[in-house]
């Protein structure tokens, strides 16, 4: 389990990119925020972009206005995780380094404010999403990642266009429930883990909420950021606050 001590933040969904300046400037002003608050550790759950297509896209001017600023949070002392979404799963080491973040695995046990909490993106918990679990195992998949980054920048942005376009496609044809988490999935993550919080985003339905499947047990939903939504959760011996980075 990593051991915080002190003051965490928890993101999730920002969605960056370069067409949308309004949502990267109040992530740059969170994070000047998290610095002058004197947060010990940032976590960063994962679509921290609207998508990643390699490290090597680095030399964007937008990615490296964001990796500039993830570097100053660092260096004022905040200690940065990242743990991959499914829009930017590709973050890889060459992000890390010049970052400075610290790369996690799918899920992590962490203790912060004295409650061992269980940190996911979210979307391992749509278990009745089958079409999104399939493509997700395949895009995961290290032969995949090897044959999607053996393209040049200009293939990979094309396919990610077209992959954007079936997912969207795709979901207006969903339910609602089947999009969202799963209790019994819910269950599991929390009977696996022996933890008694959980964080995630993904589902883009902030919330609290106190599964039936998990006694004594509280599961935190973080927002996606949007013009008029967008959050953040602070953590510390005190309890859990639902921070509000609208305005």
């Known amino acids: 389990m990593l051991d915080v001590k002190g003051k965490a933040r928890f993101v999730s969904d920002l969605h960056l990119r370069a067409e949308r300046p309004d ?9 000047e925020d998290t610095a002058n608050s004197g947060v010990d550790a940032l976590f960063i759950l994962g679509d921290l972009f609207e998508y990643w297509i390699g490290d090597d896209d680095l030399d964007d001017a937008f990615n490296r206005s964001v990796a500039k600023q ?5 260096t004022c002392g905040t200690r940065t995780f990242f743990l991959a979404g499914n829009r930017d799963f590709l973050i890889g080491p060459r992000f890390a380094a010049e970052t400075g973040i610290e790369l996690l695995p799918d899920t992590q046990k962490v203790g912060a404010g004295g409650t061992a909490t269980l940190l996911l993106h979210g979307d391992t918990l749509c278990t009745d999403d089958l079409p ?3 493509f997700r195992h395949l895009v995961r998949s290290e032969a995949w990642q090897r044959q999607f980054l053996g393209r ?9 266009a ?9 979901m207006e044809a969903k339910s609602a429930t089947i999009m969202d988490v799963n209790a019994e999935a819910v269950g599991a993550a929390f009977a696996e883990s022996a933890c008694r919080r959980m964080i995630h985003g993904h589902t883009h339905r902030p919330g609290r909420h106190f599964p039936a499947t998990a006694a ?3 599961r935190w939903v973080l927002s996606d950021w949007e013009q008029n939504r967008g ?5 510390d011996s005190t309890g859990v606050r639902r921070l509000d980075l609208t305005r």
């Open 23 to 31: 949502l990267s400037g109040r992530f740059f002003s969170f994070l």
């Open 70 to 74: 993830l570097r100053q949070l660092v």
């Open 132 to 134: 999104y679990q399939e």
């Open 152 to 160: 040049s920048l200009a293939e990979r942005r094309a396919e990610v």
């Open 162 to 170: 077209r992959l954007r376009q079936r997912s969207a496609e795709a």
């Open 216 to 218: 004594d047990c509280e």
């Open 231 to 235: 959050d953040a959760l602070e953590v």
